[in-house]
Nanobody
Framework: QLQLVESGGDLVQPGGSLRLSCTAS????????IGWFRQAPGKEREGVSC????????TAADSVKGRFTISRDNRKNTVYLQMNSLKPEDTGIYYC???????????????WGQGTQVTVSS
Protein backbone atom coordinates (compact mmCIF):
# COMPACT_ATOMS: atom_id res chain seq x y z
CA GLN A 1 0.00 0.00 0.00
CA LEU A 2 1.35 3.37 -1.03
CA GLN A 3 1.51 5.73 1.88
CA LEU A 4 3.04 9.13 2.52
CA VAL A 5 3.63 10.63 5.94
CA GLU A 6 4.18 14.34 6.44
CA SER A 7 5.91 15.78 9.49
CA GLY A 8 7.67 18.90 10.71
CA GLY A 9 4.79 21.31 11.07
CA ASP A 10 4.77 23.62 14.05
CA LEU A 11 3.85 27.03 15.41
CA VAL A 12 6.46 29.57 14.32
CA GLN A 13 6.79 33.34 14.44
CA PRO A 14 6.77 35.44 11.28
CA GLY A 15 10.21 35.40 9.71
CA GLY A 16 10.99 31.97 11.09
CA SER A 17 11.83 28.72 9.31
CA LEU A 18 10.56 25.16 9.20
CA ARG A 19 11.52 22.05 7.31
CA LEU A 20 8.75 19.67 6.39
CA SER A 21 9.38 16.03 5.55
CA CYS A 22 7.41 13.68 3.34
CA THR A 23 8.40 10.05 3.80
CA ALA A 24 7.13 7.16 1.72
CA SER A 25 6.40 3.60 2.69
CA UNK A 26 5.46 0.82 0.35
CA UNK A 27 6.99 2.41 -2.73
CA UNK A 28 10.10 4.13 -4.02
CA UNK A 29 9.57 7.87 -3.89
CA UNK A 30 11.97 8.55 -6.74
CA UNK A 31 9.64 6.76 -9.14
CA UNK A 32 7.12 9.57 -8.76
CA UNK A 33 6.83 13.30 -9.02
CA ILE A 34 6.20 14.57 -5.49
CA GLY A 35 4.29 17.72 -4.76
CA TRP A 36 3.73 19.81 -1.68
CA PHE A 37 0.33 21.40 -1.28
CA ARG A 38 -1.34 23.45 1.41
CA GLN A 39 -4.85 24.16 2.48
CA ALA A 40 -5.88 27.11 4.59
CA PRO A 41 -9.21 27.12 6.46
CA GLY A 42 -12.06 27.76 4.06
CA LYS A 43 -9.83 27.61 1.00
CA GLU A 44 -9.07 25.03 -1.63
CA ARG A 45 -5.90 23.01 -1.63
CA GLU A 46 -3.20 24.77 -3.63
CA GLY A 47 0.09 23.65 -5.09
CA VAL A 48 3.23 24.94 -3.42
CA SER A 49 6.10 23.12 -5.09
CA CYS A 50 6.78 19.95 -7.01
CA UNK A 51 9.92 17.94 -7.62
CA UNK A 52 10.13 15.54 -10.49
CA UNK A 53 11.99 12.34 -11.09
CA UNK A 54 15.55 13.32 -11.84
CA UNK A 55 15.11 16.38 -9.61
CA UNK A 56 13.38 18.57 -12.20
CA UNK A 57 11.94 21.19 -9.90
CA UNK A 58 8.97 23.44 -10.39
CA THR A 59 7.86 25.97 -7.86
CA ALA A 60 4.28 27.10 -7.64
CA ALA A 61 2.89 30.20 -6.03
CA ASP A 62 4.80 33.41 -6.63
CA SER A 63 4.41 34.09 -2.93
CA VAL A 64 6.80 31.25 -2.03
CA LYS A 65 9.47 31.80 -4.67
CA GLY A 66 12.78 32.67 -3.08
CA ARG A 67 11.55 31.45 0.32
CA PHE A 68 10.64 27.76 -0.12
CA THR A 69 12.95 25.07 -1.47
CA ILE A 70 11.97 21.52 -2.32
CA SER A 71 14.50 18.69 -2.35
CA ARG A 72 14.66 14.94 -2.11
CA ASP A 73 16.93 12.42 -0.37
CA ASN A 74 16.49 9.13 -2.16
CA ARG A 75 18.54 7.26 0.43
CA LYS A 76 15.92 8.17 3.01
CA ASN A 77 12.99 7.93 0.58
CA THR A 78 12.03 11.41 1.69
CA VAL A 79 11.16 14.76 0.10
CA TYR A 80 11.68 17.96 2.05
CA LEU A 81 10.21 21.43 1.91
CA GLN A 82 12.47 24.03 3.46
CA MET A 83 10.44 27.10 4.32
CA ASN A 84 12.19 30.34 5.23
CA SER A 85 10.94 33.85 5.97
CA LEU A 86 7.55 32.47 6.88
CA LYS A 87 4.53 34.75 6.77
CA PRO A 88 1.11 34.48 8.46
CA GLU A 89 -0.44 33.77 5.06
CA ASP A 90 1.65 30.57 4.87
CA THR A 91 -0.52 29.12 7.63
CA GLY A 92 -2.35 25.93 6.70
CA ILE A 93 -2.21 22.17 6.58
CA TYR A 94 0.59 21.00 4.33
CA TYR A 95 0.22 17.78 2.38
CA CYS A 96 2.46 15.86 0.04
CA UNK A 97 1.24 13.73 -2.80
CA UNK A 98 2.70 11.37 -5.36
CA UNK A 99 1.88 11.79 -9.02
CA UNK A 100 2.70 10.66 -12.54
CA UNK A 101 2.57 14.23 -13.89
CA UNK A 102 4.92 17.09 -13.11
CA UNK A 103 2.12 19.34 -12.01
CA UNK A 104 0.88 21.68 -9.34
CA UNK A 105 -2.71 20.55 -9.60
CA UNK A 106 -3.96 18.50 -6.64
CA UNK A 107 -6.08 16.38 -9.00
CA UNK A 108 -2.89 14.98 -10.55
CA UNK A 109 -1.68 13.57 -7.24
CA UNK A 110 -2.68 10.82 -4.83
CA UNK A 111 -1.50 8.75 -1.91
CA TRP A 112 -2.01 11.78 0.29
CA GLY A 113 -0.75 11.73 3.84
CA GLN A 114 -2.64 13.08 6.82
CA GLY A 115 -0.98 16.48 6.54
CA THR A 116 1.04 18.53 8.99
CA GLN A 117 -0.13 21.82 10.49
CA VAL A 118 1.94 24.96 9.94
CA THR A 119 0.91 28.03 11.91
CA VAL A 120 2.74 31.32 11.47
CA SER A 121 1.77 33.75 14.18
CA SER A 122 3.28 36.08 16.71
Amino acid sequence: QLQLVESGGDLVQPGGSLRLSCTASGFILDNYHIGWFRQAPGKEREGVSCIGRGNFVRTAADSVKGRFTISRDNRKNTVYLQMNSLKPEDTGIYYCGAGRELSLRPADFGSWGQGTQVTVSS
